[in-house]
């Protein structure tokens, strides 16, 4: 059964502390893993993707970090900024035939930096 | 960057009105064009995947002839909400996917559709 589990569900972080947000996946066919957020309102926006010939990729203030033995990877917000408070959904995906590669959602992760 | 743009961003009307919502790839050619449905504090919710000039492929539980879903070019997919009723309410948003291989998808900002 295709299923991406995310957590925490929801998380709270003091301005300048570090976000990490955990995502772990049963199906080994995954080949792309990307980390959306989404404002109240908004469709999600890609944040930052990883595939699995890597173990860590980072943009900025985000890292993913990749365990593929492990069916793991994780967000990590260095430096969590009031401007970050969002809700931040994982997602893997493969090619589902016809290429249309399909994502497969978290749950969502609500963070909220406080000053 | 790729950009996609949904529209109407928000529509309010009456029970057993029809809704046309549009997706549209802007800058990018999009092959494959997916439609979700989110509830509010919840994920997105796949209701169907669009291929340009075939036939919508739907997930279970989803009504196809309740949610009509037309790719007729490259760029612009719509979704049909026919004859709304309250339950339908809900924040549709869709996504496109370009040509290139294991592109990312680029979302749209969602239309609000709230039926009286």
């Known amino acids: 059964q295709q299923q991406v589990k995310q957590s925490p569900q929801s998380l709270i972080v003091q301005k300048g502390g570090i976000s990490i947000i955990n995502c772990a996946y049963e199906?080994?066919?995954?080949?792309?893993f990307p980390w959306y957020q989404q404002f109240p309102g908004k469709g999600p926006a890609l944040l930052i993707a990883i595939r699995p010939d890597v173990s860590e990729k980072k943009e900025g203030r985000f890292t993913i970090s990749f365990n593929k033995s492990a069916k793991q990877f994780s967000l990590h917000i260095m430096d969590s900024q009031p401007g970050d408070s969002a809700t931040y959904f994982c997602?893997?995906?493969?090619?589902?035939?016809?290429?249309?590669?399909?994502?497969?959602f978290g749950k969502g992760t609500k963070l909220s930096v406080i000053p | 960057g790729a950009v996609v743009s949904q529209h109407p961003s928000r529509v309010i009307c009456k029970s057993g009105t029809s809704v046309k919502i549009e997706c549209r790839s802007l800058d990018f050619q999009a092959t494959t064009m997916f439609w979700y449905r989110q509830f509010p504090k919840q994920s997105l919710m796949l209701m169907a995947t669009?291929?340009?000039?075939?036939?919508?492929?739907?997930e279970q539980g989803v009504e196809k002839d309740k949610f009509l879903i037309n790719h007729a070019s490259l760029t612009l997919s719509t979704l049909t909400v026919t004859s709304a009723h309250p339950e339908d309410s809900s924040f549709y948003i869709c996504?496109?996917?370009?040509?290139?291989?294991?592109?990312?998808?680029?979302f749209g900002d969602g239309t609000r559709l709230s039926i009286l």
């Open positions: 996504s496109a996917l370009g040509q290139a291989y294991n592109q990312p998808q680029h």
């Open positions: 669009s291929n340009e000039g075939s036939k919508a492929t739907y």
């Open positions: 997602a893997a995906s493969m090619d589902s035939g016809a290429g249309s590669y399909q994502l497969t």
């Open positions: 199906n080994t066919a995954f080949d792309y």
